[in-house]
Structure formats: C-alpha cells, structure tokens
C-alpha cells in the first residue's frame, strides 16, 4: 500500500489534497463504527485503466447505509462519476478504490443521528493482499476461536465498518499463531467465510460456497466466480458447510477484491487436496485474470472505463 502517491481524495463532493483529507478526534464514526464502506479495483487493461464491477459495488454501498439508516447526500450516479474522477485525478492505471460513508463530526453519543454523513472516496496503489507467491502456492490458514458476527447482533450482509472488529481479531489471532489467515464459523458452529474474504470448496468435483445466512458478506467476486464456473460448466451450490469438510476437501480457495482468487494450502496445519493451488481454482483463477485484465472481452459488462485525462 502507497500513500505517498496519492495526490487528491474526494470529499462530500471535492477533490481535495490528500493532506487536506483529515477528519476530527470527535467524528461520531471514529467512536462508535458508524460507517459503511467499499472495496474497489480498478485494473490496467490492454483497452485501458477500468474499474471491475463498479455498479454493483456502489450498489453494495446504498443498501449498507440503507440498513443502519444512513440517507446517502449522493446517488449512485453521482458516486461513480466521482469515483471515476477520484482515479483520474490521481492518474492511477491500476489501483484499490476506498468509497466510505459515516456518521461524521457534530454530536457523541449512541444516538448517531444528529450527525451528518459524510461521503468520501480515496484511492491508492495496492498490490497482493495475501503475499506475492499467495496466488501461485495457496496460503496455510486457520479457524479461528472467534465466531462471525451471529444473526441479529450485527448484519453480516452490510459491509459496515463495525463487522471489521470482529474481522480484526480473526486476523490477528491467525498472524499471531503463525497463520497468513483465519476463517470464522457462524454462531451454529458452520463455515462463515475468511476475515476478509469468501471461500469456495471444491468437493468430488463440485463447487460449494457458503450461503449468506451463514453470515457472509455477498461478495462481488463470489458472484463473479459463480457465474464463471457456470460459464466453464463447472456445478455450483450454496451450501451449509461443516468444518470438516474443508480438512477434506479437495481444494479450498479464497475470493474478494483484494484477495482476488487465492488458494488456500492448509488449514490448522492439515494439506488441503495436494497442497498446491488445485487444478478448479486454477482453472477459475484463470478465467477471473483474464476478464479484469482485459484480455479476453468484456461479455458481461463488468467493466467500466475510467476515462479520458489519465496518462498514457
Ligand atoms: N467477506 C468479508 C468479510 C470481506 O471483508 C470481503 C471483502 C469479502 C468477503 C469479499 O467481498 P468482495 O470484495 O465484494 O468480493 N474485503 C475487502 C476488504 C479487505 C480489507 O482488508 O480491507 C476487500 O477485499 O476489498
């Protein structure tokens, strides 16, 4: 991660220097974990800088203010212009994209409504979120002693600043242990998803990923990998996972924005299938570099053109 070469960061409608993008100690969000936000890529592609699934990311964003009661001051619309202007104004080919809406400075207390909300949308180089060779070799992961967020504490289906407690201690408890990751089980004891990041387990052949009620974030590159392994004429179902089954299977791997695909080595020091990056998630992998890289076309629209003023 490099913030030495941002150069501007979009704030409640301007782009202001990232020197000057500074919140107060007082802002309600820093607090209470009043805040909603997304992850975003934007790749370098042979047609261009474009950002991967930036409708639906947007989309994520206004239902996960609509369930904690946040009116959003700008429209989808209005976000993704912004988000595209963020990306050139920086003049960045490829980077992470950090939309975050919050209760912002005026009133402490539980009560958040008195504050406003405010938008802001950064950006910024980052590279391989699990490590260089993870992609390649898989990582070795563990479960972790801390259960995913239960059904009716907090809503695992908004990507809310909050549920990154939680996420937090998952992850230091595994890199504490000697781990690159955790994975939660939800509150009935079954496979939940990594701290930050949903799983896949490929089974006699099939695919299964956990179902939101097993308190997963609806993850965008969950989506976009069950509809590329239906496009491979891979089998694909949600599922209820015991724990066992992930020691046992034939390969586990990992999927979300910043992690892409990765494949998961070992669990709780167990070989997961050969120990390498299987022979499924390989094939999948594959198919997800060549869309977001552009060199294959576009057939389901996920990408979006930053646009002009970016250099060559
Ligand atoms: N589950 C969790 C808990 C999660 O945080 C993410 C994304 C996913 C699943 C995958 O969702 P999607 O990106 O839509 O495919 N985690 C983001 C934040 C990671 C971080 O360290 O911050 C991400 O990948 O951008």
Not at 139 to 156: E, G, L
Request: net charge neutral.
């Amino acid at each position: 991660m490099a913030f030495e070469d941002v150069k501007k960061v979009w704030m409640n409608g301007k782009l202001v220097d990232f020197a000057d993008a500074k919140v107060h100690v007082f802002t309600h969000a820093l607090h209470y974990g009043s805040g909603v936000f997304e992850g975003i890529r934007c790749y370098d592609t042979a047609r261009g800088p474009e950002v991967f699934r930036l409708d639906e990311h947007l989309d994520r964003l206004v239902w996960s203010a609509k369930i904690y009661r946040m009116q959003l001051p700008f429209g989808p619309d209005e976000l993704k212009q912004a988000t595209l202007a963020t990306i050139r104004a920086n003049g960045f080919r490829a980077c992470y994209i950090r939309p975050l809406a919050y209760r912002g400075f005026g009133s402490l207390g539980v009560n958040p409504f008195p504050n406003p909300i405010d938008v802001v949308i950064g950006c910024y180089p980052w590279g391989k979120y699990l490590g260089a060779k993870a992609l390649e070799e898989g990582v070795d992961v563990c479960f972790s002693s801390w259960t995913r967020i239960a059904a009716n504490t907090m809503p695992a289906m908004a990507k809310a600043t909050a549920n990154y407690a939680n996420s937090q201690l998952i992850k230091m408890e595994a890199i504490v242990n000697g781990y690159d990751e955790g994975i939660a089980l939800d509150d009935t004891g079954r496979v939940s998803e990594g701290s930050g990041e949903n799983l896949f387990v490929v089974w006699k052949g099939r695919l299964h990923t956990p179902p939101l009620a097993s308190s997963t974030l609806p993850g965008i590159t969950r989506m976009t990998v069950v509809q590329l392994a239906r496009d491979l004429g891979l089998d694909v179902e949600e599922r209820v996972l015991p724990r066992e089954m992930l020691y046992a299977a034939d390969e586990v791997f990992f999927t979300g924005t910043a992690a892409e695909v990765t494949p998961v080595r070992s669990i709780d020091r167990i070989q997961v299938g050969a120990g390498r990056r299987g022979p499924m998630t390989e094939k999948l992998q594959g198919a997800f570099f060549e869309i977001v890289e552009g060199r294959v076309p576009d057939r389901h629209g996920w990408m979006t053109p930053v646009g002009a003023a970016v250099p060559a």
